[in-house]
């Protein structure tokens, strides 16, 4: 499995992963947000997908990536413990680690990456997944703040959120 490859089943997999997020979410205005990163994912696979299409040359194969589980796969037990037990902050921490990684792959792939072609097309997918990266961290701001900050005003002015 090359590069692309494991990036077009990662893909798939964040897709689907948001995609039980939204549900679990279907009654509150977090299924917008989880339901639009799932539409976000897809579009990935598809630019990705696209671009392995219009490809000339044979992609480098990287066994490394062939051999291993996607960012998602690894979650899954974590996904049917959350269902058992359902906790907002373990979804969206599971959620901002697959993003680092997908941030990860795409910046190793730019490195790797001699055209200027090439290049923007992975920066351009770093900057979306630095941004999904960006959602889900506010979102983790917001429910861990009222559990790890008690406010007084013994403890001076706090952030607005």
């Known amino acids: 499995m090359n590069a692309l490859d494991f990036a077009l089943k990662m893909e798939l997999d964040g897709e689907q992963y948001y995609r039980e997020l939204s549900q679990k979410n279907k009654d509150n205005s977090l299924y917008v947000v989880f339901d639009s990163l799932a539409e976000d994912e897809k ?3 598809e630019i ?7 490809s000339t040359g044979h992609l480098k194969r ?4 062939g051999e291993s589980k996607t960012i998602f796969d690894s979650t899954s037990m974590a996904i049917k413990e959350l269902k058992a037990a359902p906790d907002q902050l373990d979804a969206y921490v599971i959620a901002l680690g697959n993003e680092k990684k997908s941030i990860d792959l795409y910046k190793k792939l730019f490195d790797e990456t001699n055209g200027d ?3 923007k097309f992975f920066e351009a997918l770093v900057k979306e997944e630095q941004s999904h990266y960006n959602i889900i961290d506010d979102m ?6 009222p559990v790890e900050w008690v406010e007084s005003a013994e403890f001076g002015i706090t ?3």
Not at 48 to 54: F, P, S, T
Not at 62 to 65: A, D, K, Q, V
Not at 140 to 145: E, F, P, Q, T
């Open 43 to 45: 579009y990935h696979y």
């Open 48 to 54: 990705i997908r696209q671009r392995i299409a219009k």
């Open 62 to 65: 990287n066994n490394e990536l």
């Open 117 to 119: 072609n090439e290049k």
């Open 140 to 145: 983790i701001g917001m429910l861990i703040k």
């Open 159 to 161: 952030k607005e959120y």
